[in-house]
């Protein structure tokens, strides 16, 4: 099973002050502990670019998080999600500038994290996989799928 974990708001409060959401941390960290968690990847859309990721915060989620280097994955930003956006139809080529900026996914598009989340990992589990999202906007249990997990950090 593999996490696609948000950042602001969820184990940090946001990108320029960085301060540690504690108690959030110690839930992810015991959810983390408690299952059979292959690999740990951070899902934000508070970097838009790869450029624009900050690999000293990475690191330090995944060191706050006790995760090994194998559970160490990769960094997803918003322009990843939307590029598969643009991949899947699901947005216009010509729309993606206006789509990376914020707020412009849900309220131009409808599309939130939640749905592409859904969208990025459906091809693997169909195949079986698993996927836990764990993200402050997203709902509990809100994927009707054994295979999608989405989890909001307060009801860890």
């Known amino acids: 099973m593999d996490i696609l974990l948000d950042v602001e708001n969820t184990v940090i409060d946001d990108l320029t002050n960085c301060n540690w959401l504690e108690e959030n941390c110690e839930k992810i960290k015991s959810f983390i502990e ?21 690999s000293d915060i990475v690191n330090a989620i995944f060191e706050k998080l006790g995760l090994n280097r194998y559970q160490r994955g990769w960094v997803l930003t918003k322009e990843a999600s939307v590029d598969y956006c643009i991949n899947a139809g699901y947005i216009k080529e010509q729309d993606k500038e206006r789509a990376l900026l914020p707020g412009m996914m849900s309220s131009e598009f409808g599309i939130n994290k939640t ?3 859904l969208f990025m990992t459906r091809q693997q589990r169909n195949e079986g996989e698993k996927f836990v ?4 906007t997203t709902e509990t249990d809100f994927a009707a799928d054994k295979n999608a997990i989405t989890i909001n950090p307060k009801d860890l």
Do not use: A, M, R, S
């Open 34 to 54: 408690k299952n059979n968690i292959h690999c740990v990847n951070i899902y934000t859309w508070g970097w838009t670019t790869p450029e624009e990721t900050d």
């Open 115 to 117: 749905l592409t989340f």
């Open 133 to 136: 999202l764990i993200d402050d």
